[in-house]
DNA sequence: AAACTATACGAACGGTCGTACTATTTACTC
DNA sequence: GAGTAAATAGTACGACCGTTCGTATAGTTT
């Protein structure tokens, strides 16, 4: 409640917090949240590194800042406009459609972010890796459940295993952000359209 | 022709060569191209750094040598036993079944190597992108020339979009990987099999 | 035996990394 | 105004980075 206290040194600090995540999250989809560095990004930024990694303690946690802010930058660009569709089959084409949006409008300059930060940290323990694969169950869980929904309202047939259907219409997704990174062209994001309809297709009643 | 010389210099530089590669992949499927440290490497291989950078002249040509070796590894694994299949879409489901054993069995320890370089390197130009890029072009081109074959053979309808179609079966493949090592289940191999054959039965004449 | 070549070594180079500790500046309270 | 708290800056540290240099060793050639 009593948030907007509008202290100025804590807006100020605010501020810089949030000018430091935008450059992080940019940086990160292309050199990776290990590319990260504190004293280059300080430098972009015309801040003294001892400033800026005061707002953050350390390298992991500002690695950390740097997932919530990708996440909420997702959140903002796919999944709440999706949400004003109402549940059912065009709620699910909206979120894979602003997905796609997402990826080929370059959202993040290295495509998507979490494509990018998830196989970096894939194979190896530690505290952003469990932030990115909770991401990542987020959002295939977001996409089961709202196939669910559909099924609900009689938009899919009930026999579509959900968690299967899931699976598949992110593979195309995270197929298409990367490979229009790799050949530098656009197209196949026409192949992941035409994939996705395809599949939806099969699913309908 | 005179390639078996024997001299017992060249043997033991293209063992200690053999020696770095084979380590520098499995370090680089876990921590990527960039997480390869000539020292790091030099360490654990008991040699000296100067002694192992002798062999390719720079980081950036280690790097380009470790992906040759990487796709010798899976050609040997992937394609290869697939060859021994007729063409078709038994050859076909050679490649694909190989690649997910070549996954789910961690030829690499991070899982798939090229997927983890891919991504490391999508979003920057330079030479270990290009040849990144352009073994992820063969292998998606070896899948699509292998369903034009199997059409060819009346294994699959003719008017069956081979790009199309080999898009959506890698989709799977990579999707599989990379969500095994993130959730640390194998249980998504599964979805990308079912998947996969249910891609397959649908493109039958 | 002498000349030559390939491999490997140890030491050092200039840089950058993340981090800790110590001012200094800025903003608010009383 | 003095006092306090937060944000920012400055400095230094040890560790590691990729690379270069001169040198020693092992193997081949003449």
Request: hydrophobic share 50%.
């Given at each position: 409640m009593s948030e907007q206290v509008a202290d100025g040194r804590i807006r100020r600090g605010d501020r810089t917090r949030r000018l430091v995540l935008r450059r992080a999250?940019?940086?990160?989809?292309?050199?990776?949240?290990?590319?990260?560095?504190i004293g280059g990004l300080a430098t972009e930024l015309s801040i003294?590194?001892?400033?800026?990694?005061?707002?953050?303690?350390?390298?992991?946690?500002?690695?950390?800042?740097?997932?919530?802010?990708?996440?909420?930058?997702?959140?903002?660009?796919?999944?709440?406009?999706?949400?004003?569709?109402?549940?059912?089959?065009g709620r699910v084409r909206a979120l894979l459609e602003n997905w796609l949006e997402y990826s080929s409008d370059r959202r993040f300059p290295g495509g998507c972010f979490f494509a990018r930060a998830a196989h970096e940290?894939?194979?190896?323990?530690?505290?952003?890796?469990?932030?990115?694969?909770?991401?990542?169950?987020?959002?295939?869980?977001?996409?089961?459940?709202?196939?669910?929904?559909?099924?609900?309202?009689?938009?899919v047939r009930a026999d579509v295993d959900a968690d299967q259907l899931a699976f598949e219409l992110t593979a195309y997704l995270d197929s298409a952000n990367l490979r229009s990174l790799?050949?530098?062209s656009a197209g196949v994001y026409d192949l992941a359209r035409t994939a996705?309809?395809?599949?939806?297709?099969e699913s309908a009643p």
């Open positions: 999250v940019d940086v990160a989809s292309v050199d990776g949240l290990e590319g990260l560095s003294s590194k001892s400033g800026l990694i005061a707002h953050f303690g350390s390298k992991e946690q500002l690695q950390l800042a740097t997932v919530r802010a990708a996440r909420a930058i997702f959140a903002t660009a796919v999944v709440e406009p999706a949400l004003q569709e109402p549940a059912g089959l940290y894939a194979g190896r323990p530690g505290a952003v890796r469990d932030a990115l694969a909770a991401v990542d169950e987020e959002w295939v869980g977001l996409i089961t459940r709202t196939v669910v929904e559909a099924q609900q309202v009689g938009e790799l050949l530098g996705l309809a395809r599949r939806l297709e």
